[in-house]
């Protein structure tokens, strides 16, 4: 009895002494991304989040990063090869990542993974995300005020929860201060492509559009606006500020940052657990860009005090009473969406008058 | 004045070295643009062709060669039938997408049954899947004419968009929450194309692409068929007067193309990727054309083409992440590979001499 509380303790004491030698050791973090770091839009952001880790921690933190990874075997042997070169923590930024990252997590269990958007855990897999639903209320409330032809066009990339709670969220705020408002869809299958963005762009101004919100990554959407003239947008993932003086009137920004340093900070610490996050515009993780004089004073005054409310809790984007697209019911007066309706979410709501792709 | 001279035959010698020139070539054209970048020129070509086979983890890298270089060895050995004959087939990607949901829609039409011969039946949809997909430019190009380069590459378009339609409806994982995407075949074992021996890498599509690669060389050298295709292509008029039937003949090398193609597409879906996904398809159909002409549309010249495509791409990865090169620079890298193997071809059909210039 004795002899093994003996071993036990000697066990935890060597125990805490690795976790405590692990604390004096730098950290290695590796990046993977889905696209360029120079594509100005949600790998750019990505980047940015790396860099503000390596500027928060100087010579503490070593990253490394692997761009345009394809999603499944390849992104599973770029992992697996930062983890072989030691490293500590690796974020997967992408949901396509989602099952290389499950695999590569079970083969290094000393390794920390982080997987962005997806829905899969484990002892040393955490999963992180943004609201980004409420970001775009706030856009969705611009554009409804905005619109002259009262047609709005939406670049969806692929008809996925994530984006259709974006659309929901953009079309019920533009619906409450603009009654006559109507979105039209275009899917482009991608989440990053210049040429077919634009096509998109294109097509939709062509049917009236004279606002476009985007949820595909490059800034060809608003390049095309700004050709066609009288038209507006919004920058996405990215501030786009490149486009502040054309159509860009506001913008939706994936701030990682914050969070990023967060986590390397526990990893350095020795405090990191797994963990499922989604935080919103009240963390810091969404933000709105810098609104421009081209929106009148009244409406970029709702917006801001509308970007409050979100933040500090106060309102809920997802207040019923709400109905799905074919009538029924979804939530009641006053009732708030719970988070895992909000994750699987898989329909439009009334008013809508688009279909989802099968 | 240096002049171009046609050569009487081909030079063989030269065949066998433009390859090789080629590569060497890009190594230093490759390392000069490292250089520029400012990373070591040395170190960044070691990383690439070094590591992956000799390096410290390259016990982990050799089995991912093998992973990385047997659908293109096995799409570009269905591809350089159709080349040799001047059949330009240039869909690859899309009969590879065809044949791996006709693939996992086998498996995914049994799912949850565990049985021996769904993986079989799996792989003759595969096929099939990818040899249908070919056969429409074939047909389309028999019946009335059409250009196979086209029709063949604005499939591939169309068979994108399937692929899309498949992972949002048809084979969506019932429990993935909505989330677009099959079920994980890695997960069903009937359905799985595991590694026969345990991280050796050494999967079902590997013992495929080297049967090919055996077949292929059979039959070009000892068959009828294979000097019809050589025919064909060094001299299509003889070939009439031979006897070869160009109907036939398209038919067949579209068609093996398409299945191969629809085979390395199966064999990765319930493989290495595990998954139909709206972004399965990472490009093999294209890279393969690189490899089908890298090695010289010589069976054995491809399959060491293969090998050497594999290595760039892990290597490249390697080189990314730990000398911080951009991915840009990898692909030009690779890029530059084809570009001075086109360029050296000259020197096998021509002679470069030095002569005076004459007054006219």
């Known amino acids: 009895m004795k002899f093994t509380s ?5 066990a935890m004491a060597l125990g805490l002494a690795t976790s405590a030698m692990a604390q004096d050791d730098k950290v290695k973090v590796g990046f993977i991304y889905v696209g360029p770091i120079g594509d100005g839009g949600y790998t750019y952001e990505h980047n940015q989040g790396r860099l503000a880790v390596m500027e928060e921690f100087g010579d503490k933190a070593e990253t490394t990063y692997v761009e345009s990874v394809p999603e499944g075997p390849d992104a599973e042997r770029v992992m697996t090869q930062m983890a072989l070169d030691g490293a500590d923590l690796i974020f997967a930024t992408s949901f396509g990542f989602m099952d290389a990252t499950v695999n590569t997590a079970k083969k290094f269990p000393d390794v920390k993974f982080e997987h962005a958007t997806g829905y899969k855990t484990a002892p ?9 639903y409420e970001g775009r209320a706030v856009l969705g409330h611009i554009a409804g005020n905005m619109t002259e032809s009262n047609i709005i066009g939406y670049i969806g990339s692929y008809p996925i929860p994530e984006v259709l709670r974006g659309i929901n969220s953009a079309y019920i705020h533009a619906k409450k201060v603009n009654p006559d408002v109507q979105f039209k869809i275009v899917w482009a299958y991608t989440w990053f492509d210049p040429a077919k963005e ?32 009288n038209v507006i947008g919004f920058g996405q993932a990215s501030d786009m500020a490149e486009y502040k003086d054309g159509p860009r009137v ?52 709702e917006a801001l005090a509308l970007m409050d409310t979100i933040a500090s809790g106060a309102y809920h984007p997802f207040t019923g009473p709400l109905n799905k697209q074919d009538g029924t019911q979804w939530l009641a007066e006053g009732e708030v969406a719970e988070d895992q309706a909000l994750l699987g979410m898989d329909f439009f709501v009334e008013g809508i008058d688009a279909e989802i792709p099968k | 004045m240096i002049v171009l001279e046609k050569r009487p035959q081909p030079s063989r010698g030269w065949a066998l070295a433009t390859p090789v020139l080629a590569v060497l070539a890009t190594m230093l054209f490759g390392g000069l643009l490292f250089a520029v970048l400012g990373k070591n020129p040395v170190e960044a070509i070691a990383t690439i062709f070094y590591d992956p086979l000799f390096g410290p983890h390259a016990s982990y890298y050799r089995p991912q ?14 591809l350089s039938l159709g080349f040799k004959a001047n059949i330009w087939n240039i869909g690859a990607e899309g009969q590879y997408i065809v044949g791996a949901l006709a693939g996992a829609g086998v498996a995914l039409a049994f799912y949850p049954l565990e049985a021996w011969f769904i993986f079989p039946l799996m792989v ?9 997909w070919a056969m429409i430019p074939a047909l389309l190009k028999v019946r009335f004419g059409t250009n196979e380069i086209l029709v063949s590459l604005m499939l591939v378009y169309v068979a994108e968009q399937l692929l899309a339609s498949m992972s949002l409806g048809l084979l969506k994982n019932p429990q993935g929450m909505g989330f677009p995407g099959s079920r994980n075949l890695q997960q069903y074992e009937s359905a799985h194309n595991a590694d026969l021996i345990a991280n050796t890498g050494m999967h079902w599509g590997v013992v495929a692409a080297l049967i090919s690669v055996i077949f292929a060389y059979i039959l070009l050298n000892r068959h009828m068929l294979g000097f019809h295709i050589r025919l064909t292509g060094d001299a299509p008029r003889a070939a009439r007067f031979a006897g070869v039937r160009p109907a036939r003949l398209i038919l067949f090398c579209l068609g093996t193309g398409g299945a191969l193609a629809g085979l390395a597409g199966m064999f990765e879906v319930s493989g290495p990727s595990g998954q139909v996904s709206i972004d399965f398809n990472v490009g093999y159909g294209f890279t393969a054309i690189i490899v089908a002409f890298l090695g010289r549309l010589h069976p054995v010249g491809i399959l060491l083409a293969g090998a050497l495509l594999a290595l760039t791409y892990i290597g490249g990865e390697i080189a990314q992440a730990q000398l911080g090169l951009p991915a840009a620079a990898i692909q030009v890298f690779q890029g530059m590979l084809l570009f001075f193997l086109l360029a050296l071809d000259l020197l096998t059909n021509y002679r470069v001499r030095m002569r005076k210039t004459e007054v006219a």
């Open chain 1, 6 to 10: 003996l071993l036990a303790s000697t």
């Open chain 1, 124 to 132: 040393n897999l955490a999963i992180y995300n943004a609201r980004f």
């Open chain 1, 198 to 229: 634009a096509d998109a762009a294109k097509v939709l101004i062509e049917q009236g559009a004279d606002v476009i919100l985007q949820h595909t990554d490059s800034t060809a959407p608003l390049a095309a606006a700004e050709a066609a003239g």
């Open chain 1, 250 to 301: 506001s913008s939706i920004i994936d701030n990682w940052g914050p969070y990023y340093i967060e986590r390397v900070g526990k990893v350095l610490d020795g405090t990191w657990e797994t963990a499922d996050t989604w935080a919103g515009i009240g963390d810091g993780m969404v933000q709105i860009g810098e609104i421009t004089d081209r929106v009148p004073e009244d409406v970029k005054a």
């Open chain 2, 65 to 78: 060669l093998l992973v990385k270089g047997a659908p293109l060895v096995l799409i570009a050995i269905g």
């Open chain 2, 124 to 132: 003759i949809a595969g096929a099939l899947g990818g040899w249908a």
